[in-house]
């Protein structure tokens, strides 16, 4: 192969793009996942967008711009149109009507990403062509070689992004600071390369577009806060920060603060009914309450009730995130209560402190929400009820609740009553459910819940107490015989086997039907269709893939392309299965996207560089057959988790060494081989077709990552969990990797 010098100044250019095209997508991410409550699938929707903007812009761009002087016109639209749409994204609750706390339908958050992400999408699909052409210019480069040189810069760039984002950048700068910063930087190496002999427009509007960048990373911070205050009022940010799980603020009004986390509300402060309800309750149906577990919530709301029960003798209150922990110490400090020395705040994840925990315990109180996001799911599983099992008293006490109907059940919320049941009847021996506008579930090895609800009132005169909600009467009515027959008639509605486990997603999905069928009952009902004809619509897939690919293969150009087009797909499907992998385990995604997707830059751009080289010095070798047979292993890797029947609950040590060493090393070679995959066909396809458009290639690898996003994300998880989509991957794997000629 004959490798000749790219230019270097632009070599810059396409990794100033990188740093910019990853930064905006990363941002539009964050902004997103707060806009729908921190919900992962999402992620691969707004990829999948994304993806088609890009992909739409590459390979449009020769034809929607044909004149080559209004193409140079093309970076100066970044600025006001990313600047615009973030604005937007801040405003859509106020657009479209939003309720808080209530998931989107399908349809309102495709139209949400649609007029955010894909104009940005299609303006940065569009750069990459046009950055390829000021390389063709400088007549440095061959056809192939330039979209290879681009290709490298920009996946280079986005791990510099990546890097920056990850380590640095998000302690420091606001997302309209940090916009501002790989703007002025992009425009200010677009200013010192590109050359405009007899022009003056723009050079000067891109200077000015530089300046307005360097503005917005200086005043971005205040620009975003006035435009949050405006938002949110008439309540007051008392408080806006990102932590590793997810953004949160902390609204003010007439003596009320809320809390939210990615946008949704955790807890309030104060919550009368909330503190009797998941507290005092727990404490008064337990005989002997000494040591207790918190997991999350409002603590403070609860202590005022600590004084009535002197045998406790220490509760320990987890939570992860550093601020929410902070803010509950801060309050408890505040507030100078006399039981603040039973308390012990642990600032760690609940499945790994349950373990290490010195006593035995009482009861356990899960304060988190329910699993509308994969971090929560994780404490509605079989392996989270064993954990619990093993470290609950004989007659200790778990309790959690879901928000559920007053007087009625729908079948989709009878399903999901029912998978939670099922799950906790493979640990638990007693379960009672307190139904109402929220059902509350107490569990027990042994202790007779029922028995403890009939002598309720006594109880209450035993310890003195008057509660405000939870008397003697409102616990006697949602606990009567009639009720109780009524709320089980009415889950009968939703029966069957099914339980949750930490990688079959079956309570993550069976809440979004639930929320689907208020929100979206056509398409739920699709879904539900679509699942329960599950393996039909595998076996037409799997014959209208075979059929397809054999026909592609007497067509070279179409199956060269046809191919690529397929390793996107593979490539995209395995980089989303590992991102949900990711948050099931340490449920970071939110502050490790950008340092994900700049690994997999960094994969992309090295294979792209390297696997040319190697190719020539092993000519025997079909190094097409190579890489797909990497991605059949990366795929068989992701399965593991699947087929195990429990997650094991490793130290620290472990953990770290799969966050730190194997992820990376995954994501990494997931990109090695797509980026190297690429640069192979593009180099054989531009040799035999040099006319064709700069961006064809480019264009073609998004496309095929375009419709694996949106089928992973919106089909086939849903209808076929993660294990039945990468066996499905796998024999499309295996399909091309047998029949190549």
């Known amino acids: 192969m004959k490798n000749r010098p790219i230019a270097t100044p632009r070599f810059l250019v396409a990794m100033a793009l990188g740093t910019l095209v990853l930064a905006l997508q990363i941002l539009l991410i964050r902004h997103i996942l707060q806009l729908f409550q921190g919900n992962e699938l999402t992620i691969g929707l707004a990829l ?155 050079p000067v509007t891109t200077f000015f577009l530089m300046v307005l960048s360097l503005l917005l990373l200086i005043f971005g911070g205040t620009l975003q806060q006035k435009i949050n205050q405006r938002v949110f009022f008439p309540y007051k940010i008392s408080q806006n920060t990102d932590t590793p799980y997810g953004n949160i603020k902390v609204l003010q009004r007439e003596g009320q603060s809320v809390v939210l986390n990615q946008g949704k509300v955790i807890y309030t402060i104060p919550d009368i009914y909330q503190a009797e309800a998941h507290f005092l309750l727990p404490l008064l149906l337990h005989p002997d309450p000494q040591n207790i577990l918190i997991i999350g919530g409002n603590l403070s709301g609860f202590l005022p009730y600590l004084k009535a029960f002197p045998t406790v003798k220490a509760v320990y209150f987890v939570e992860k995130d550093p601020f929410l922990l902070d803010f509950q110490r801060n309050i408890l400090i505040s507030q100078g209560d006399s039981s603040g020395h039973k308390i012990h705040f642990i600032k760690e994840d609940a499945r790994q402190i349950i373990q290490r925990l010195p006593d035995s315990l009482d009861i356990i109180l899960l304060n988190k929400p329910e699993p509308y996001t994969l971090s929560e799911n994780r404490f509605f599983t079989r392996e989270f009820y064993q954990l619990l099992h093993s470290r609950l008293k004989a007659h200790g006490l778990y309790s959690f609740s879901i928000v559920s109907s007053e007087n009625y059940i729908n079948p989709a919320l009878a399903a999901y009553t029912h998978l939670l049941l099922n799950t906790l009847n493979t640990v638990f021996a007693q379960i009672f459910i307190i139904p109402g506008d929220d059902q509350i579930f107490l ?30 009467a409102y616990l006697k009515y949602r606990t009567s015989p009639d009720r109780l027959d009524q709320f089980r008639q009415d889950c009968k509605k939703g029966d069957h086997q099914e339980i949750n486990s930490d990688f079959n997603l079956k309570g993550y999905l069976f809440h979004f039907r639930t929320w689907g069928a208020i929100s979206d009952p056509t398409l739920t009902t699709v879904f539900n269709t679509l699942q329960r004809s599950r393996w039909m619509v595998v076996i037409g897939l799997l014959l209208m893939f075979t059929y397809i690919h054999l026909n592609m293969i007497r067509k070279k150009p179409a199956f060269q392309l046809w191919n690529l087009w397929l390793v996107g797909g593979y490539s995209m499907g395995l980089e989303i299965i590992f991102i949900l992998q990711f948050q099931i385990l340490f449920g970071t995604v939110y502050s490790a996207l950008a340092l994900i997707f700049g690994l997999f830059m960094l994969g992309l751009a090295l294979g792209a560089w390297g696997l040319p080289f190697i190719k020539d010095r092993f000519k025997g070798i079909s190094f097409e057959r190579v890489i797909l047979a990497g991605f059949i292993l990366l795929a068989v890797f992701l399965i593991i988790p699947t087929t195990r029947l429990s997650l094991p609950e490793g130290g620290g040590l472990v953990l770290s060494f799969f966050k730190w060493i194997i992820s990376p090393l995954f994501i990494f070679l997931n990109g090695f081989l797509t980026g190297g995959y690429f640069s192979l066909l593009t180099q054989s396809y531009y040799h035999e077709f040099p006319e064709s458009s700069p961006g064809l290639t480019y264009g073609i690898d998004l496309g095929g990552s375009v419709l694996s996003a949106l089928g992973v994300s919106i089909v086939f998880i849903p209808i076929l969990e993660m294990r039945g989509l990468l066996w499905m991957m796998l024999i499309f794997m295996g399909v091309q990797l047998i029949w190549r000629k």
């Not at 027990?444 to 209450?460: E, H, Y």
């Not at 310890?463 to 909600?469: A, D, G, I």
């Open 48 to 202: 999948a967008v994304w993806l088609t903007g890009t992909a739409s812009g590459s390979l449009l761009f020769s034809t929607i711009i044909r004149h080559k002087k209004w193409r140079e016109f093309t970076p100066q639209v970044l600025l006001p149109l990313s600047l615009s749409v973030f604005i937007l994204i801040k405003y859509l609750p106020h657009v479209f009507n939003f309720i808080p706390g209530v998931p989107l339908s399908l349809g309102a958050t495709a139209t949400v990403f649609f007029i955010t992400i894909l104009p940005i999408a299609f303006l940065c699909g569009m750069l990459f062509p046009h950055v390829v052409e000021l390389s063709l210019d400088h007549k440095t480069a061959g056809h192939s070689e330039a979209i290879r040189s681009v290709y490298i810069g920009e996946s280079l760039g986005a791990l510099i992004a990546g890097v920056l984002l990850n380590f640095f950048l998000y302690s420091f700068l606001s997302s309209f600071q940090i916009l501002g910063l790989f703007l002025a930087l992009f425009y200010l190496i677009l200013a010192g390369i590109r050359k405009y002999p007899g022009k003056i427009f723009l």
């Open 443 to 472: 569990v027990s090895r042994n202790l007779d819940v029922g028995g403890r609800i009939a002598a309720f009132p006594q109880i209450l005169r035993e310890h003195h107490l008057n509660p405000v909600y939870f008397s003697e």
